[in-house]
């Protein structure tokens, strides 16, 4: 059963350094999402994309996040200059189309840990 | 704006007996409405989803939901809890009439089985 896949799984980086996650989405799936977990609370949803563009965005998606597909593969997210309360799991997930009633599958996560 | 509420932090139950898992929502237009399951150090995994039609929703793992308008909620439910059904569950919406991309989760319930 196809799957989406994130890497890496863990990730430790030093307040104010670039990181970017990777996602690699499921084949024919079309839409691209990601979303935030912060330990404790809610899964909270960052930013969808389609096309080569962003679709919709939420308010914590700020100027310090971007989202790009460089390749007919990977979906990455971009933080560019890392703060503490970043830290929390990135769950990357895809859809076939972008039917309000179209599943989202979701990938493992990346669990980043901002120092 | 759309909401999900899951009242229950934890849902204790013993292994053989039915379980629930309660969620209420909050949405403008037609609810869609998921739930997922979250293993330790998992991804989220899909469970099931009500769209339209037949109020009861059947699952994953002999998972089942019902949908109540009226009660503007969709419990989780199953006849008879296994120790493996122990996790994390979150309830999630959508608008279905133009609503925004991202899912909308509550806060989660963990699900403990006991032997």
């Known amino acids: 059963e196809p799957e989406v896949t994130q890497t890496p799984s863990h990730q430790v980086t030093q307040m104010g350094q670039e990181v970017i996650l990777r996602c690699v989405p499921i084949s024919n799936h079309l839409y691209f999402y990601w979303y935030r977990q912060i330990l404790g609370q809610k899964v909270e949803f960052l930013v969808s994309?389609?096309?080569?563009?962003?679709?919709?965005k939420s308010e914590i998606f700020d100027d310090q996040f971007s989202v790009e597909r460089p390749d007919g593969s990977n979906f990455t997210l971009k933080i560019r200059s890392t703060k503490l309360e970043d830290s929390a799991m990135y769950f990357c997930?895809?859809?076939?189309?972008?039917?309000?009633?179209?599943?989202?599958?979701f990938g493992p996560g990346t669990r980043l840990l901002v120092l | 704006a759309q909401s999900v509420a899951q009242p229950e932090d934890q849902v204790n139950v013993a292994e053989g007996n039915p379980l629930t898992v309660k969620c209420t929502y909050s949405?403008?237009?037609?609810?869609?409405l998921f739930w997922y399951v979250q293993y330790p150090n998992r991804g989220l995994q899909f469970l099931l989803k009500?769209?339209?039609?037949?109020?009861l929703v059947k699952g994953s793992y002999g998972f089942e939901a019902e949908f109540n308008k009226s009660q503007t909620s969709f419990h989780l439910k199953k006849p008879s809890a296994l120790v493996s059904d122990s996790a994390l569950y979150f309830c999630?919406?959508?608008?279905?009439?133009?609503?925004?991309?991202?899912?909308?989760f509550g806060k989660g319930t963990h699900l403990i089985i006991q032997p």
């Open positions: 949405v403008s237009g037609n609810p869609y």
């Open positions: 997930a895809s859809t076939r189309t972008r039917g309000s009633g179209e599943t989202q599958y």
């Open positions: 999630a919406v959508r608008d279905g009439q133009g609503g925004a991309d991202g899912l909308t």
């Open positions: 994309f389609y096309n080569n563009e962003i679709s919709e």
């Open positions: 009500y769209i339209t039609g037949d109020n």
